[in-house]
C-alpha cells in the first residue's frame, strides 16, 4: 500500500484497542525509533476444512454432482481492556 497512510510508523496505525504494549513501547516512540517499535494484539485464527459434500445444483458452472471443499476461518482479538482468564472451573 502507497499513500500517506502507509508513511505513518507501524504502532500509529495500530488500533489502541488491541495494542497491548503500548504503555511498554512509549519510550521507544518518544525516543523516536519507530521501526522498534512492534504492536502486540493478542489473538486467535483457526482454519477449518469441512469434508467434501455433493454440490445437488448446478450454478451455471458444470459443478452440479461434484465434491465441494468449504473452508471455515474465524479470526478474532481482544481488547487489551479485556485480557485475563476466562472460564474458571
Known sequence: Q???ESERPLW???DPRFFFNRHVSHTLSSAGLHTWVL???Q???QINVVPGTKLKQ???SGAAGKVALLQLVLVSRRSHRRAGQRFHT
Do not use: E, F, T
Open 43 to 45: 489473538g486467535y485464527v
Open 39 to 41: 504492536p502486540i494484539i
Open 12 to 14: 500509529r496505525r495500530a
Open 58 to 60: 448446478d450454478l451455471g
Open 2 to 4: 502507497v499513500g500517506p
